[in-house]
């Protein structure tokens, strides 16, 4: 499943006739400051297309806007005081079409120590790559084209065919994500009647493979405490807060061992990881196999002479 479907998923269930007079979207807003009263919340918006500002009160104000949160630095700190640097990069994007000799669903694995590639394939989408690799200097990372720093990481592995179909591809790509990856760390995800969500709060980063289902689950959570609390906010925060975090502290602790099936740091974790992923490819295998002769039907017996 691919994040677009869940913001579409998401934009749907909230513009539905019955609810649409309820709910209301801009976009192109940016808070630019925030101050707290004993009531209310006062934020002073910025519309970007048009630069005009005005200020409105609110009850509660939810930051969800990423890893690298404004909402964060203007309530709690500059980013390096709750960002956790992996020392490792990630560049993302959406193949035109799949590697040649593959099916759309199949999903592939080229992996080094300390560089690795996937291809995940999706049944209703064209595959999508991911590539990542462990680096030192994450700054310089982001001194010249992208592209050319992926290309110069995977130097040596374009032998694979995998390998230079996606490297190619993310040449044509009309777009990508390439970023270094970290951790959000908070010892609080609110201050007041300013609550932060999602990766703006906790980031677990890629490799948990955890940041939509987290993030969907925090909110769902949110909007529990608050019915359940309908007069005081701070039970209602403190409340979401004690239930949602052991789950993200297991999430965020398990990233680390998913980081080495990812990306291996040596040569003998990579050996080993091919070792417990071809195991795991033969149990899947087996009991895909035994599920479908259970549910095949019996051949019928032809009738006695």
Not at 10 to 36: C, K, M, N, Y
Not at 262 to 281: G, T, W
Request: net charge negative; with cysteine.
């Amino acid at each position: 499943m691919l994040r677009s479907d869940i913001e579409a998923a998401l934009w749907q269930s909230i513009s539905g006739d019955e609810i649409e007079d309820s709910v209301e979207v801009r976009f192109a807003t940016t808070p630019v400051e925030i101050t707290e009263g004993a009531d209310e919340v006062r934020v002073l918006l910025e519309d970007a297309g048009t630069r005009k500002q005005y200020r409105e009160d609110f009850d509660l104000v939810v930051g969800a806007d990423g890893m690298r949160s404004t909402m964060r630095r203007m309530m709690f700190g500059p980013d390096e005081d709750y960002m956790v640097n992996w020392k490792s990069m990630i560049c993302a994007f959406q193949l035109k079409e799949q590697v040649p000799s593959y099916q759309e669903s199949d999903s592939i694995i080229v992996a080094r120590p300390r560089r690795a590639m996937w291809v995940f394939g999706l049944d209703d989408h064209a595959p999508c790559a991911w590539l990542t690799y462990r680096t030192e200097d994450i700054p310089d990372r982001f001194a010249g084209p992208s592209i050319e720093q992926v290309r110069a990481v995977f130097a040596g592995m374009e032998d694979e065919p995998v390998v230079r179909h996606v490297l190619d591809s993310l040449e044509q790509a009309p777009e990508h994500v390439f970023d270094s990856i970290h951790q959000v760390k908070m010892p609080r995800w609110s201050a007041g009647r300013v609550v932060l969500m999602g990766d703006a709060a906790w980031c677990m980063n890629t490799y948990s493979a955890m940041g939509s289902s987290s993030s969907l689950r925090g909110g769902a959570a949110l909007g529990v405490a608050l019915r359940e609390n309908p007069d005081d906010l701070a039970a209602a925060l403190s409340s979401w807060e004690k239930g949602l975090r052991p789950y993200i502290t297991r999430q965020q602790r398990s990233a680390r061992i998913k980081q080495q099936r990812f990306v291996p740091s040596n040569r003998a974790v990579d050996v080993l990881r091919s070792v417990v992923l071809e195991a795991i490819r033969k149990i899947v295998h087996r009991r895909m196999t035994a599920r479908f002769a259970a549910s095949a039907d019996p051949v019928p017996s032809l009738p006695a002479r």
